[in-house]
T-cell receptor, first 113, second 119 residues
Framework: DAEITQSPRHKITETGRQVTLACHQTWNHNNMFWYRQDLGHGLRLIHYSYGVQDTNKGEVSDGYSVSRSNTEDLPLTLESAASSQTSVYFC????????????FGPGTRLTVL | AQKITQTQPGMFVQEKEAVTLDCTYDTSDQSYGLFWYKQPSSGEMIFLIY??????QNATEGRYSLNFQKARKSANLVISASQLGDSAMYFC????????????????FGKGTLLTVNP
């Protein structure tokens, strides 16, 4: 079955370290998204991509970057982790239809000490 | 201004009763879509129901229905015959602004409503 996976599921890191969260989908969807979820804020969009080599900033992109070298993967990098980036991170993908829902990965819980 | 407003941080309902979770939205676009997702305590995001701005009938999916009132810009989720497994966080989300020549697949989420179903 097609799916979307995230790794690691849990990570603890230290302030200032570079961290990369992986997202992999097997649906061959062009559209992929990264969100962070914080209490009281719902889900907020960090970055998104509509295809290979395409990346765009979302609402809360400062301190994050993404790259899209193939259809299946959209890794999220925290260049220099900060305690404010402690959160749950969700990756999502979607086919090329505005009527379709987004399919979410299981999430990564990141703690920055 | 918030694009999606969920005014109920928490709701309680008795098992087997119906419950309405409120969602109001703000957009100036004519083409948009509204989504509801469920997040149980295990953390995954589960899609429930979709309503397009041009859909004339309210969307329904099993025990879930969407009470869409376009003039009031509201898209409330109705869960009929609540079950204990319905206890979860519920998020309303909107996709807006697609038109000829361009597509927009981004979602804007509300802050969520935590529903607790009591036995």
């Amino acid at each position: 079955d097609a799916e979307i996976t995230q790794s690691p599921r849990h990570k603890i890191t230290e302030t200032g370290r570079q961290v990369t969260l992986a997202c992999h989908q097997t649906w061959n969807h062009n559209n992929m998204f990264w969100y962070r979820q914080d209490l009281g804020h719902g889900l907020r969009l960090i970055h998104y991509s509509y295809g290979v080599q395409d990346t765009n900033k979302g609402e809360v992109s400062d301190g994050y970057s993404v790259s899209r070298s193939n259809t299946e993967d959209l890794p999220l990098t925290l260049e220099s982790a900060a305690s404010s980036q402690t959160s749950v991170y969700f990756c999502a993908s979607q086919p090329d239809s505005t009527y379709n829902e987004q399919f979410f990965g299981p999430g990564t819980r990141l703690t920055v000490l | 201004a918030q694009k999606i407003t969920q005014t109920q941080p928490g709701m309680f309902v008795q098992e087997k009763e119906a419950v309405t979770l409120d969602c109001t939205y703000d957009t100036s676009d004519q083409s948009y879509g509204l989504f509801w997702y469920k997040q149980p305590s295990s953390g995954e995001m589960i899609f429930l129901i979709y309503q397009g701005s041009y859909d004339e009938q309210n969307a329904t999916e099993g025990r879930y229905s969407l009470n869409f009132q376009k003039a009031r810009k509201s898209a409330n989720l109705v869960i009929s015959a609540s079950q204990l497994g319905d206890s979860a966080m519920y998020f309303c989300a909107m996709r807006e602004g697609w038109n000829s020549g361009g597509s927009n697949y981004k979602l804007t989420f509300g802050k969520g409503t935590l529903l607790t179903v009591n036995p």
